[in-house]
T-cell receptor, first 110, second 111 residues
């Protein structure tokens, strides 16, 4: 099946710093999403981004489908950005299944 | 707009007991999913339903059954709970080519 790898596995930042999270996938996809799981366990959809670039406030994401990776940028990080960030992909021509990476745990210190 | 609602939020079972996790969505989505989350493993798909009346196995279906009762509701049943099923369970829903929406999860402990 499709492999989804996220890096780095852990990231510690000071408030105000910028960061880039990466998601690599092993096959062509037609669906890629980024999620944030907050410290209370809630999973929030950040971006639906099978290709191209999107921005939402301090967060932006870019997917280069032909090179099989996606990047999530967090600028001017805040303590509320802490949590785990997951990417999930669906294989092109495959079923409805979304396969998740193991996540990047982000800690933003004040 | 409630989104995706899961019940219960917490549950403790003894080995061999059965239970059903309930999930309902009010967004008129066709597709619904059950995932489990374990430390260091990310989210793994148990079962999904692409439309009312259909269900398919995901990565880790053993020990579970599902029912897509109608378009709104998708339940997950553990017939004989085992300690290996201790996990956090998430229900989710979506339309084709649109964001996935999660419920708040059910934390299940099997002793």
């Amino acid at each position: 099946g499709i492999q989804v790898e996220q890096s780095p596995p852990d990231l510690i930042l000071q408030e105000g710093a910028n960061s880039t999270l990466r998601c690599n996938f092993s096959d062509s996809v037609n669906n890629l999403q980024w999620f944030h799981q907050n410290p209370w366990g809630q999973l929030i959809n950040l971006f639906y981004i099978p290709s191209g670039t999107k921005q939402n406030g301090r967060l932006s994401a870019t997917t280069v489908a032909t090179e099989r990776y996606s990047l999530l940028y967090i600028s001017s990080s805040q303590t509320t950005d802490s949590g785990v960030y997951f990417c999930a992909v669906r294989l092109q021509g495959g079923s409805e299944k979304l396969v998740f990476g193991k996540g990047t745990k982000l800690t933003v210190n004040p | 707009n409630a989104g995706v609602t899961q019940t219960p939020k917490f549950q403790v079972l003894k080995t061999g007991q059965s239970m059903t996790l309930q999930c309902a969505q009010d967004m008129n989505h066709n597709s619904m999913y059950w995932y489990r989350q374990d430390p260091g493993m990310g989210l793994r798909l148990i079962y999904y339903s692409a439309s009312e009346g259909t269900t398919d196995k995901g990565e880790v279906p053993n020990g579970y059954n599902v029912s897509r009762l109608n378009k709104r509701e998708f339940s997950l049943r553990l017939e004989s709970a085992a300690p290996s099923q201790t996990s956090v369970y998430f229900c989710a829903s979506s339309e084709d080519y649109s964001p996935l929406h999660f419920g708040n999860g059910t934390r299940l402990t099997v002793t």
